[in-house]
Structure formats: C-alpha cells, structure tokens
C-alpha cells in the first residue's frame, strides 16, 4: 500500500513538474493578455471585471489569471497563482497599455487631438439617428432571420456574435445586439485595425507624400539584403521578413503584443528568408512596422499621433474608435483599434464608396481597387492589408467581396457587386461561426 501511495505521489510531482516546465513560460503571456483585455475593456468600454473574465477573457489558460481594476488610478492587474504579475495602464486618448518595471508612469505623454462630426446628418454620414428606409428589393422576413440566426440562444455559447450592422445603398437595414452590448458599445477589432493602417497609406500617397514603390525608409536595412523591401511588398505581406503567427503557442506575434517595448521594432529586426514578393506570410508584426514608418514621415509625435484621426478616423465620424498605443506610444497597428460597429460600418463604407466620403475623396479609387486586388502569392486570399474572397474562400458568396478581418471572428465585409456592408463582431472565428452561412443568409433577403 505504501509503495503504492509512493508511486502516486511520484507521478503526481512529475505531472506538476511538467505542467510548470511546459506553461511557466507562457505566464507572462497569460497575465498580460488577461490584464491588458481588463483595462481595456473597463475603462474603453465601461464593462466590469465580471463581464470581461466571463467573455473576453474565457479563454483557454487565460481564465487561469486572477485580476484586479483599480479604479483611481486607472490600471489593471493580472497574474497566475500569484506569479508574473502584469499591469495594464489606461490613458485617456491613448487606451490601454501593457507596462514593464521599467516605464515611468509619471512622465507626461501626447494624446491624440479629435474633432467629432456635428453635421447634423443622419447615420451613416452622419452621427444622428439613420434614416427609415424600406426597399423593394429586401425581404426583410429573410433578412432579420439571417441577422437572428447569428446570434445565441438562452444561455448557449455556440455562436457568440455581439452584434450585426448592415448597410445597403448607403442606408442602414438591419441592426443586432447582443445582451450586454447595443450601438454605443466600444468593440475591439483586433487584426481589422490592419486595415485602418493600410488606409493611412492611401491618404500619404493621395497627398503626395509617399511612395510606396520605393524601398521601405528604414536605415537599419540599407546594410543588407533587406534594402530591396518595399512599403508595398510590407502591404502585402510578402516581404520576405521571418515571422511566426500563431496565438496558440509563444511566438514572435504573442511576445510582441505582451511583451515588447517597441512593437515595430520586432518585425524590423528580422531576417529576410525569402525574395520579396516570392512568399506570403501573415505578419502582425509587419503592420505594426508600418505603423513605424508612418511615424518615420513627421517630424513630432505629436503630428504623429493626430494623423491618424484627422486625415481618416474623425473625417469619416468613426468617433467612437481609439487606437491604442505601445509602450513608446506608437500606434498598435496590427491590433489595438475599438469603435462601435456602427463605426467600423461607416469605414467599410468609405471603401465602398470608392474612398469617397460625402463629396470628399479620402482616398483614390486607384488606392481601393490596389487594396482589394489579390498578392500574387495569396492564391486570391490577400490583398492590400484587407482579406479577399477572390479565391473563393466563401464559396456562397461574390468572389469581389474583400473584408477587414479580426481574432475571434471580427469582420467588415464590403460586397461592391451588392452594394452591401456587413459587420460582424463576436467571440468565435470561422470555421466555429459559420461565415459563409451567415453572409449568405444575409445576401439572400436581397430580391434580384
């Protein structure tokens, strides 16, 4: 009996070993994603700590952190057992932000001027309340079903969709919440703020300050291979840089967003291990990068920070949205970007629409039809910072859609051949949320 019991406390101290070999390395991840999605999610949102840990944070090791809002001072903390603890600073203007021992919270920082757009106009151009429109080519009986369907039931966690807008012929259609959630509601697009980066580029090069073309204004590459990568090789995410992308594990896409000072400095310092435009590879750090080239093209930070509000966010009433900065207050480009859905709607709609804004051309047609044009090394996947569906991704569905797309299932669809945005924010990502059936569903309440 008592080598028995020996044996069972022998191999229980080896499965805690293990246990602790293989996920020690991963707390710092675990407390910083848990940490930085509390303050974030408190303080940009207004959500308490028990909604964020029962839906942000119910995620796989992630539930294993213990967290703490301290309100008066503004911050989030996290940890696993007491071990890595992490802290999240939140800054009006600039978000939440992951901190070291080694930032100073006392020094003063830049924030972001903005303008809101008093226009008077109704939603989607404007900030009042849209406009009542029936069209004879809906059938709203298929339309709201589609929008329902996407949505749980009781206390089911299949779906988890937190809200639905469709736009059709500049009107809004159809419009769904989840408990919890409703218009006003700040939501975190995580990858779909990709696309917000990318358009920046658009409005550079509409303004005649920068070429894409030419190889990307970093001195650190003049020394090496590296020296033939384009701006627009970096867009496409065929730069040839190594990268890892993979939210499962520890990976250069993980540490960067948890960890690092400098989010762009990442990806600038790696090694290329292809030609450019010879290899696609998924890349948030390549986009944070960019964020740092934008930076690169003002002579303050605080040009910087205002840029990205002033000539395309505010321009538009995407009012709602703040994007969050690192710890040397550079943009998180990648992924860091919150706005109400309403909101992320009306940039689908600037795309759409040509990047035409009410009269105003925020961007060239030549900048969206670039975007949504297929990287050759794709397979019709990939454009310009946006998702395609030109290689049929969902097959029941115009292969001229292209689409912002986020973790978790976060997207903005732009359907040109149907004059239809479609948002979707929620929890679960394809295959677990049927895409290809709920866009479907939606695009079949429209009448040919």
Same mark, same amino acid.
């Given at each position: 009996?008592?080598?028995?019991?020996?044996?069972?406390?022998?191999?229980?101290?080896?499965?805690?070993?293990?246990?602790? /070999?293989?996920?020690?390395?991963?707390?710092?991840?675990?407390?910083?994603?848990?940490?930085?999605?509390?303050?974030?999610?408190?303080?940009?949102?207004?959500?308490?700590?028990?909604?964020? %840990?029962?839906?942000?944070?119910?995620?796989?090791?992630?539930?294993?952190?213990?967290?703490?809002?301290?309100?008066?001072?503004?911050?989030?903390?996290?940890?696993?057992?007491?071990?890595?603890?992490?802290?999240?600073?939140?800054?009006?203007?600039?978000?939440?932000?992951?901190?070291?021992?080694?930032?100073?919270?006392?020094?003063?920082? %830049?924030?972001?001027?903005?303008?809101?757009?008093?226009?008077?106009?109704?939603?989607?151009?404007?900030?009042?309340?849209?406009?009542?429109?029936?069209?004879?080519?809906?059938?709203?009986?298929?339309?709201?079903?589609?929008?329902?369907?996407?949505?749980?039931?009781?206390?089911?966690?299949?779906?988890?969709?937190?809200?639905?807008?469709?736009?059709?012929?500049?009107?809004?259609?159809?419009?769904?919440?989840?408990?919890? /959630?409703?218009?006003?509601?700040?939501?975190?697009?995580?990858?779909?703020?990709?696309?917000?980066?990318?358009?920046?580029?658009?409005?550079?090069?509409?303004?005649?300050?920068?070429?894409?073309?030419?190889?990307?204004?970093?001195?650190?590459?003049?020394?090496?291979?590296?020296?033939? !990568?384009?701006?627009?090789?970096?867009?496409?995410?065929?730069?040839?840089?190594?990268?890892?992308?993979?939210?499962?594990?520890?990976?250069?896409?993980?540490?960067?967003?948890?960890?690092?000072?400098?989010?762009?400095?990442?990806?600038?310092?790696?090694?290329?291990?292809?030609?450019?435009?010879?290899?696609?590879?998924?890349?948030?750090?390549?986009?944070?990068?960019?964020?740092?080239?934008?930076?690169?093209?003002?002579?303050?930070?605080?040009?910087?920070?205002?840029?990205?509000?002033?000539?395309?966010?505010?321009?538009?009433?995407?009012?709602?949205?703040?994007?969050?900065?690192?710890? !040397?207050?550079?943009?998180?480009?990648?992924?860091?970007?919150?706005?109400?859905?309403?909101?992320?709607?009306?940039?689908?709609?600037?795309?759409?629409?040509?990047?035409?804004?009410?009269? %105003?051309?925020?961007?060239?047609?030549?900048?969206?039809?670039?975007?949504?044009?297929?990287?050759?090394?794709?397979?019709?996947?990939?454009?310009?910072?946006?998702?395609?569906?030109?290689?049929?991704?969902?097959?029941?569905?115009?292969?001229?859609?292209?689409?912002?797309?986020?973790?978790?299932?976060?997207?903005?669809?732009?359907?040109?051949?149907?004059?239809?945005?479609?948002?979707?924010?929620?929890?679960?990502?394809?295959?677990?949320?049927?895409?290809?059936? /709920?866009?479907?569903? !939606?695009?079949?309440?429209?009448?040919?």
């Amino acid at each position: 009996m008592k080598n028995i019991f020996k044996t069972l406390c022998l191999l229980f101290t080896i499965v805690i070993l293990y246990f602790g /070999f293989v996920n020690y390395p991963k707390l710092d991840l675990i407390s910083g994603f848990s940490a930085k999605s509390m303050a974030s999610g408190h303080f940009i949102d207004h959500r308490s700590q028990e909604m964020i %840990e029962n839906g942000d944070n119910d995620i796989k090791m992630i539930d294993l952190a213990s967290n703490k809002i301290d309100e008066n001072g503004k911050f989030a903390t996290a940890s696993v057992y007491g071990l890595k603890k992490r802290k999240a600073i939140y800054r009006e203007g600039l978000g939440a932000t992951l901190v070291n021992s080694d930032f100073d919270e006392t020094l003063p920082y %830049e924030t972001p001027k903005r303008t809101l757009l008093n226009n008077n106009l109704p939603y989607p151009y404007g900030n009042e309340n849209p406009e009542v429109s029936v069209f004879k080519t809906i059938d709203y009986t298929k339309l709201n079903a589609a929008v329902a369907n996407a949505f749980d039931v009781s206390e089911k966690k299949d779906k988890r969709t937190r809200a639905v807008v469709v736009l059709y012929k500049d009107k809004l259609i159809a419009e769904k919440y989840a408990t919890g /959630f409703n218009k006003n509601s700040k939501i975190l697009g995580w990858s779909m703020t990709k696309s917000i980066t990318g358009a920046l580029f658009g409005v550079l090069q509409k303004q005649g300050k920068f070429n894409i073309y030419t190889p990307a204004p970093i001195p650190s590459w003049q020394k090496d291979t590296r020296k033939i !990568i384009t701006t627009n090789d970096l867009l496409h995410m065929n730069s040839g840089l190594e990268w890892e992308e993979n939210y499962n594990t520890i990976c250069d896409a993980t540490q960067m967003l948890f960890l690092a000072e400098d989010m762009g400095k990442i990806q600038m310092e790696k090694p290329a291990v292809f030609m450019p435009d010879s290899h696609w590879n998924y890349s948030s750090g390549t986009t944070n990068l960019l964020s740092k080239i934008i930076r690169s093209q003002f002579k303050t930070h605080q040009e910087y920070l205002d840029f990205w509000y002033s000539s395309l966010i505010d321009k538009i009433g995407m009012n709602s949205m703040v994007i969050e900065t690192d710890m !040397i207050g550079n943009y998180v480009g990648s992924s860091y970007g919150w706005a109400t859905p309403r909101d992320w709607a009306k940039f689908g709609l600037l795309y759409l629409r040509n990047g035409n804004w009410k009269g %105003e051309q925020i961007l060239d047609p030549s900048w969206v039809h670039y975007s949504a044009t297929p990287t050759n090394t794709s397979d019709g996947a990939y454009g310009a910072q946006f998702w395609l569906n030109a290689g049929g991704r969902f097959p029941d569905v115009p292969r001229d859609m292209y689409y912002c797309s986020g973790y978790q299932g976060q997207m903005v669809a732009i359907i040109p051949s149907l004059d239809l945005v479609i948002v979707r924010m929620g929890l679960k990502e394809d295959p677990a949320f049927d895409f290809n059936g /709920f866009l479907k569903g !939606i695009i079949g309440s429209l009448k040919k």
